[in-house]
C-alpha cells in the first residue's frame, strides 16, 4: 500500500475548509439576499387637512409605507399601490398626528408595582391624538427611561423629546417642584448640570427663570437663576445642539430669558407688551398653557374651602392671563401648543385648544400650534406636524370639522403614529 503524503492530506483539508466557507457565505447570501418588503397602508378619507394652506382636500388618499408618508393627495392624483391594506375613513376628517410641547409624563417616578413610570400616562396621551411631545422635567429621570421604552417598542406612547431633571436655583420653583436635582448654585454648577443632563441623555433643557406654577400679581418682578447663569446654560445647551425651554411668568422673568437666548417661554401668563414685543423681535416662541388655570379652579370650585371672595379672585386672574396672552397674540409672538400635563389629567390635552381660541386664535391657528408650529419649535419639521410626503405616518382623525368646532379634536377616531394604527373606532 502507498501511503500519502501529507501535503496530499492538507490539500485535502484545505479543499473541505475552502468549500465550507463557500457554502456558508452562499447560504448567508441567499438569505439576506432581499429584506423584507415595508408593510404599505392606503388610507382613504373623507378630507385632510392641509395645514400649511390651511385647505380641506377631500376624497384624500394618503399612502403609508412602513413608518412613512409615500404620497398624499386627492384621489384623483394619487395612485394606490396594488398590494396594501386599505383603511376606510371616509367619513372621517384627517389631520396630522398632535404635538404637546409642554408635558410631565412619568411624573416624579410614578409607577405600579412593576410597572414602568409613565406607561399609563403615555398610552393615554397617545389615544387622545398626540403623537410626539416635549417632556419638561420628571424626577429620577424617569421621562428618559420612558422615552426609551416607547422609542424601542415596549409600550405604546408618543414620541418624546425628554429633558430630563429642570434646572432653577436653589429655593426656586425648580428646586421646590423636582426636588433639589437640578438645583444650581453659580455658574460653574448651571454648566455642570447641563453637561450631566445631557450626558444622561436629555434631548432638550428646561431651567426656571422666575414665577410660580400658577401665577399671581406677586410674580410680576419674580426672577430666577441670574441673567449669566441663564446665558450659561443656553450657551452650553446651544453647544451640544439642544434648545432651551424657559419656566418664566412675570416680564423680568421672561425678559431675562428671552435676552439669554432660550427658545420658548413657557406659561408667560404675566407677559407684559415690552416683553411680548421682545419676543417677536426675536421669534421666541410662547407656550402659554392656559386650561390648566381652568382646570385648577373647576376642582377648587364647590369645595367646603372655596369661598366666594376665593372664587372671585380666581376669575379675575383668569381674566388678567388671557387678556396677557390675547395682545401677545395680536402683536405676532408664534404661539406653540402645551399643556402641563401632569397638572391637567393626561389624555384631556385637546382642551388646551378650545381655551386658545377664547384666547384670541382663530380654529385653524389653535391646530397650527399644535402642528406646524410646534414642530418647527422642536426641530422636527421635516418630520412631523403635517401630512406630505417623507414625514413620519402619524396621522389622526375625527368626525366633523375642527375648522368650526375645535372641540371635535377632543374625540378622537382613529390613531396611528409611524404606520402603526393605535386606536381605529368607528
Not at 124 to 141: D, E, I, M, Q
Amino acid at each position: 500500500m502507498v501511503k500519502k503524503s501529507n501535503s496530499v492530506y492538507a490539500l485535502r483539508n484545505m479543499k473541505r475548509t475552502f468549500t465550507g466557507v463557500f457554502l456558508l457565505l452562499f447560504c448567508l447570501l441567499v438569505t439576506a439576499e432581499e429584506p423584507r418588503p415595508e408593510k404599505i397602508i392606503v388610507i382613504r378619507a373623507k378630507r385632510m387637512l392641509d395645514v400649511e394652506s390651511g385647505k380641506w382636500i377631500d376624497d384624500a388618499v394618503i399612502v403609508v409605507r412602513g413608518d412613512r408618508i409615500e404620497a398624499a393627495g386627492p384621489s384623483t392624483s394619487i395612485q394606490s399601490p396594488a398590494i396594501a391594506e386599505t383603511i376606510d375613513l371616509t367619513a372621517a376628517s384627517v389631520l396630522p398626528g398632535l404635538i404637546d410641547a409642554h408635558v410631565h409624563l412619568a411624573w416624579k417616578g410614578l409607577g405600579g408595582a412593576g410597572v414602568l413610570a409613565g406607561t399609563d400616562e403615555a398610552k393615554k396621551t397617545l389615544l387622545a391624538g398626540f403623537t410626539t411631545v416635549r417632556n419638561l422635567g420628571s424626577t429620577g429621570k424617569t421621562d428618559l427611561i420612558l422615552r426609551d421604552a416607547i422609542d424601542q417598542g415596549k409600550i405604546p406612547g408618543p414620541r418624546m423629546i425628554a429633558a430630563g431633571t429642570p434646572i432653577g436655583e436653589e429655593g426656586g420653583v425648580c428646586d421646590a417642584v423636582f426636588e433639589a436635582e437640578g438645583r444650581v448654585r453659580n455658574q460653574a454648577d448651571a454648566i455642570r448640570v447641563v453637561q450631566e443632563n445631557i450626558k444622561q441623555g436629555a434631548t432638550v433643557i428646561k431651567l426656571c427663570a422666575g414665577g410660580k406654577v400658577v401665577p399671581d400679581g406677586s410674580d410680576q418682578g419674580a426672577t430666577e437663576l441670574s441673567l449669566d447663569e441663564i446665558r450659561a446654560i443656553v450657551a452650553e445647551a446651544h453647544k451640544s445642539g439642544r434648545k432651551v425651554a424657559a419656566h418664566a411668568q412675570g416680564p423680568e422673568a421672561i425678559s431675562n430669558a428671552v435676552s439669554a437666548g432660550v427658545d420658548s417661554i413657557e406659561h408667560g401668563s404675566l407677559v407684559d407688551e415690552k416683553a411680548a414685543r421682545l419676543m417677536k423681535e426675536r421669534n421666541i416662541f410662547l407656550v402659554p398653557t392656559l386650561y390648566r388655570i381652568d382646570w385648577i379652579s373647576e376642582q377648587a370650585q364647590g369645595g367646603s374651602k372655596d369661598k366666594p371672595e376665593a372664587a372671585k379672585k380666581r376669575q379675575e386672574n383668569r381674566e388678567a392671563i388671557h387678556k396677557n396672552i390675547r395682545r401677545a397674540i395680536q402683536l405676532g409672538v408664534p404661539i406653540a401648543f402645551g399643556t402641563d400635563a401632569t397638572v391637567i389629567p393626561h389624555g384631556w390635552n385637546a382642551r388646551e385648544f378650545k381655551v386658545l381660541v377664547e384666547a384670541g386664535l382663530s380654529p385653524l391657528d389653535a391646530i397650527r400650534t399644535a402642528t406646524q408650529n410646534a414642530a418647527k419649535l422642536i426641530g422636527w419639521s421635516d418630520q412631523v406636524g403635517s401630512i406630505k410626503p417623507g414625514v413620519f405616518a402619524d396621522l389622526i382623525a375625527v368626525e366633523g370639522d375642527p375648522l368650526t368646532d375645535v372641540t371635535v379634536l377632543e374625540k378622537i377616531k382613529f390613531v396611528m403614529k409611524g404606520g402603526i394604527i393605535y386606536q381605529n373606532t368607528k
